[in-house]
């Protein structure tokens, strides 16, 4: 018990709150000020930085990365995918090496009563997040729709033209703003 309080003081810094049941894999960090609500489980390298938050039932693979001020709930975070900063995810997978920009919220939540649809499907949910393909990357601010799909590798504002779905290798940026007729 000894060993395992001075391995525990290595990687969850002081001022840390972790609460019920959690996992911690060797070389996985947890920063000061961070909340851990579990079940969880921090896979190796795996880090929650500063002030972030873990609400439970939260999945972070090797080398991914919750950053400073971000909160996320019911989630997975495959391989290398990072939320780096200032980010909500609730309710949404984020495959390999996917990294969202400062400020990007995937939020879970329908406003309208009913559940989730994707493209026409009905998923039975009243909450899902995104669920994004290896590689994908979202610019920063941007908040995708809840239930949104992302094919592997792709990039851009995902919210500017694709509100279900951006197919594989996708490269979005939404079209200029007409500003003549202002």
């Known amino acids: 018990a000894v060993g395992v309080r001075k391995l525990l003081r290595r990687l969850v810094l002081r001022k840390a709150v972790l609460s019920v049941i959690f996992v911690l894999a060797l070389g996985a960090r947890v920063g000061p000020h961070a909340f851990i609500e579990g079940p969880a489980w921090l896979g190796s390298s795996a880090e929650v930085g500063h002030g972030a938050t ?6 972070l693979a090797p ?24 980010n909500y995810v609730g309710d949404s997978v984020l495959g390999s090496g996917v990294n969202i920009g400062a400020g990007v919220k995937l939020a879970n939540f329908r406003a309208l009563a009913g559940t989730v649809k994707i493209d026409g499907f009905d998923t039975g949910l009243g909450k899902l997040g995104a669920m994004l393909g290896d590689g994908v990357s979202i610019g920063h601010r941007d908040r995708p729709a809840h239930g949104g799909l992302s094919g592997r590798d792709a990039a851009g504002r995902l919210s500017g033209g694709y509100r279900d779905q951006a197919p594989a290798d996708a490269r979005h940026r939404p079209a200029p703003l007409d500003v003549s007729s202002a």
């Open 54 to 59: 873990l609400r439970g039932n939260v999945v």
């Open 63 to 86: 080398k991914a990365k919750v950053g400073h001020a971000t909160e996320v709930k019911r989630s997975v975070f495959l391989p290398g995918a990072a939320a780096p900063h200032f």
